[in-house]
T-cell receptor
Framework: GENVEQHPSTLSVQEGDSAVIKCTYSDSASNYFPWYKQELGKGPQLIIDIRSNVGEKKDQRIAVTLNKTAKHFSLHITETQPEDSAVYFC????????????FGKGTHLIIQP | SAVISQKPSRDICQRGTSLTIQCQVD?????MFWYRQQPGQSLTLIAT?????????ESGFVIDKFPISRPNLTFSTLTVSNMSPEDSSIYLC???????????FGPGTRLTVL
């Protein structure tokens, strides 16, 4: 069945440095890969997503890269700020069917001042 | 993006009782989903709420335990039946405005079962 592995489970970086979170997936039919940020007591917020016909996508300090051959995708946050501290989840979806998303286990990102 | 609200935002319930959670969207959406997030864990899909027909449940989730309704394109309910402490979780509604499009989440309902 579908499976998404996410690493690391916890990541601590100094403010201003970059953070990278990686996910691998098993379902070769997947073609939609979103990333969500969840702050304490809130629902997940979409921060960026990518579809399988694209290798990289950027939005200001956030970027996602996708390697379909290797079945992995990564979230890159540059110039980290204290407000980036949260739990980040990767997910995979069919991108065109009626199924929901399969999530990774999450990464707790801590930005050290 | 769609604005999603859930009621209640949190509740504390006694074992053996049932709780119905409401999800309301400010615009018509094609797809609605329900997820569970156990304490400190990731999100797990419970079911797809189908408008006008029975929900589609994922493995490990059954209609008797988690009955779902979706009477129109902006509203759905999830009932957690005959609750036990193991049902203590955050229950999240999500929507896709078009099928296969971006999925947005509501704020969640935090359920504690004593």
């Amino acid at each position: 069945g579908e499976n998404v592995e996410q690493h690391p489970s916890t990541l601590s970086v100094q403010e201003g440095d970059s953070a990278v979170i990686k996910c691998t997936y098993s379902d070769s039919a997947s073609n939609y890969f979103p990333w969500y940020k969840q702050e304490l007591g809130k629902g997940p917020q979409l921060i960026i997503d990518i579809r399988s016909n694209v290798g990289e996508k950027k939005d200001q300090r956030i970027a996602v890269t996708l390697n379909k051959t290797a079945k992995h995708f990564s979230l890159h946050i540059t110039e980290t700020q204290p407000e980036d501290s949260a739990v980040y989840f990767c997910a995979q979806g069919p991108g065109g069917g009626a199924d929901g998303l399969t999530f990774g286990k999450g990464t707790h990102l801590i930005i050290q001042p | 993006s769609a604005v999603i609200s859930q009621k209640p935002s949190r509740d504390i319930c006694q074992r053996g009782t049932s709780l119905t959670i409401q999800c309301q969207v400010d615009s018509q959406v094609t797809m609605m989903f329900w997820y569970r997030q156990q304490p400190g864990q990731s999100l797990t899909l419970i079911a797809t709420a189908n408008q006008g027909s029975e929900a589609t449940y994922e493995s490990g989730f059954v209609i008797d335990k988690f009955p779902i309704s979706r009477p129109n394109l902006t509203f759905s309910t999830l009932t957690v039946s005959n609750m036990s402490p193991e049902d203590s979780s955050i229950y999240l509604c999500s929507v896709e405005q078009v099928q296969g499009g971006t999925q947005y989440f509501g704020p969640g309902t935090r359920l504690t079962v004593l």
